[in-house]
């Protein structure tokens, strides 16, 4: 089962704001400064921020689905004692 981007859930208004506050501030140190070798690096620090927020989603959806799948072995092991308890009994 593949984890589908879902970017309403995990990914929350924190995360959305700080890529556009993040976006916005790039914006206007490019108009600042111009086109000069300073631009990559306000590139790069946009980029670092928008890939913290990405990691950080990808690892909401993987312990989402680490945590469905953990349910579901609880649940096969909660019936699997009953059977054997009800054969137990006969």
Known sequence: MEARLDFRHPLG??????IILTFVL???????KGF???LLIEAGVFL?????????YKNAVTIESVERKLDQILMEEENLE?????????
């Open 13 to 18: 208004v924190t995360s959305i704001v700080v």
């Open 26 to 32: 790039f914006a206007t140190a490019l108009f600042v």
């Open 36 to 38: 000069t070798q300073d």
């Open 48 to 56: 670092v921020s928008v890939k913290l927020i990405l990691m950080s």
């Open 82 to 90: 009953h059977t054997l308890k009800g054969s137990k009994n006969t």
